[in-house]
């Protein structure tokens, strides 16, 4: 019985969980909190408002800063609490009685300002302000339904979502997934797959290593495929140009087509059927997976990466 009891005494203190509540204020303060660890975990924020800005700090350590100010009396609070399971931190930012509106946002500023090691993933969700990650060598998921995303020097894959804003990603190693209901998005470099959605932006990837899928509905899309892509291409758009750069040894098959301008290739390529100004079907050094190109609102033009 002692080692049975010693043995579940054991899991107990490996599963211990840190939580501590910091009340909700009426005024201004400064927040911060210091968590000590050991490997590479991930660091989540889940809150009802604020910007929230990573980057990658000092091995062992997660410190976290949160700036709060109450612009307009004591009915605006905002409380936060924090809890650590192992390498894992959790931040939570919550208003008592109920979820923000525009105005409640603009009477209370709230900005988390957060340092992990570099090795961390981060899983980061606000309802009203804008995110930005650098130099992380995890996995990164982000979403804001009022503000920009700013990502750079990614190491892990990437899921990027934004209702209210732009989308910029500077390099990342992993695969890209970027959606917004309301601005551009602009990736310069993702070593693998790629999938950018806008409903009211443009769309540029300035260089893709693995397959891409763009599509807009109130924009341009423009990317670079660098090398041979393993799966299908797609790059689409309602209202704007398409505009393609290839490697030149890409196999691949070409499909393109616009209701609202003409197709220019500008290297030699196997025409299949018949020629059109607005059309064109192609194959690329014997032909490979699919590149689709559509434009309802625009040209398309097709040029060689050398």
């Known amino acids: 019985m002692d080692r049975a009891e010693n043995s579940i005494k054991a899991v107990l203190v490996a599963a211990f969980v840190l939580a501590v509540l910091v009340p909700a204020l009426a005024g201004a303060d400064t927040v911060r909190r210091s968590f000590d660890v050991v490997g590479d975990g ?44 192992g390498d894992d931190v959790r931040v939570t930012g919550t208003r008592p009685g109920g979820s923000w509106g525009w105005n409640s946002g603009n009477r209370f500023r709230v900005h988390f300002e957060v340092e992990v090691p570099a090795g961390f993933s981060v899983d980061l969700s606000t309802s009203g302000g804008s995110i930005s990650v650098a130099s992380l060598s995890g996995d990164v998921a982000c ?3 009022g503000g920009d995303v700013a990502l750079d020097d990614v190491g892990g894959r990437v899921d990027c979502r934004t209702s209210g804003g732009d989308i910029e990603i500077g ?3 992993g695969t890209v997934l970027a959606k917004t209901s309301g601005g551009d998005i602009r990736i310069d470099r993702s070593g693998g797959s790629v999938v950018a959605k806008t409903s009211g932006g443009d769309i540029v990837v300035d260089e893709v290593l693995g397959s891409i899928e763009a599509s807009t509905s109130g924009g341009s899309v423009r990317a670079t495929i660098a090398s041979q892509p393993l799966a299908d291409c797609r790059l689409t758009t309602s209202g704007g140009r398409v505009e393609l750069t290839i490697d030149p040894s890409v196999a691949a098959n070409l499909d393109a087509k616009t209701s609202g301008g ?7 390529v196997t025409v299949q059927g018949e020629i059109g100004r607005s059309s064109l079907q192609a194959v690329m050094n014997g032909g490979g997976p699919q590149i689709y190109l559509r434009t309802s609102g625009g040209g398309i033009h097709l040029k060689s990466l050398n």
């Open 143 to 145: 979403a804001t339904s």
């Open 262 to 268: 003409s197709v220019h290739v500008d290297f030699p």
């Open 42 to 85: 991930t660091l989540a924020i889940d809150t009802d408002l604020g910007g929230i800005d990573v980057r990658a700090g000092a091995a062992g350590r997660v410190l976290v800063t949160v700036e709060r100010e109450a612009r307009s009396g004591d009915d605006e609070d905002f409380e936060l609490s924090f809890d650590q399971s």
């Open 171 to 173: 390099k990342v190693a």
